[in-house]
């Protein structure tokens, strides 16, 4: 157990620090408002996928807060506790057994797409713009155009950048009964 907390802290680290990185050096604005598209949360798909639920979350959370805090001078914390909660449902989109076995089609691709497209729907278009509506006041009208727009713009990144990485991953990976020849 001691080893998976080590493994689990250090991924923490590491994704965060890429999290930061990706979403201070590439960030495409929406038409809308003080929100773009993110190519981050194709990386914490991965990570997600790789290391479980919980650095899933901590990544999402620590990343998106210490991003919030380089880049605009505090934490939006409404929208960081949606990336963790993004890290974290991302982690129940991939059978990680599977996927470090190598296996990641067709079927697999689907079930994580579906549960990727409902999560970013629910942390991006219900869960955050209502944080933002108790916790800042802010009109529904605008958080919820905000959250939607994030939503599918973090949807459609994850589907396309998300798949394609956990698709290279499992392609690196020795498949159970294959001979590896060295």
């Known amino acids: 157990m001691k080893n998976n907390s080590v493994k689990i802290v250090v991924a923490t680290g590491i994704g965060a620090a890429l999290f930061v990185i990706i979403g201070w050096l590439i960030n495409i604005p929406t038409p809308v408002p003080n929100t773009s598209i993110q190519l981050q949360y194709a990386v914490l798909a991965l990570f997600s996928a790789?290391?479980?639920?919980?650095?899933?979350?901590l990544i999402?959370?620590?990343?998106?807060?210490l991003k919030d805090s380089f880049l605009y001078g505090s934490p939006w914390w409404t929208w960081v506790l949606g990336s963790g909660l993004s890290g974290l449902f991302f982690a129940f989109a991939v059978k990680r057994d599977q996927l470090?076995?190598?296996?990641?089609?067709g079927k697999e691709i689907v079930r994580f797409n579906l549960v990727q497209l409902v999560t970013n729907v629910v942390v991006w278009g219900v869960i955050a713009p209502i944080g933002d509506i108790l916790v800042y006041n802010e009109p529904a009208n605008k958080v919820f155009t905000q959250g939607v727009v994030a939503g599918l713009a973090n949807a459609v990144t994850v589907a396309v950048a998300g798949t394609l990485?956990?698709?290279?991953?499992?392609?690196?990976?020795?498949?159970?009964?294959?001979?590896?020849?060295?």
């Open 60 to 65: 999402g959370f620590i990343g998106h807060a």
């Open 100 to 105: 470090v076995q190598g296996i990641f089609g």
């Open 50 to 57: 790789l290391f479980g639920p919980l650095a899933g979350f």
């Open 165 to 182: 990485l956990l698709k290279l991953y499992a392609a690196t990976r020795t498949k159970s009964g294959s001979l590896d020849k060295e």
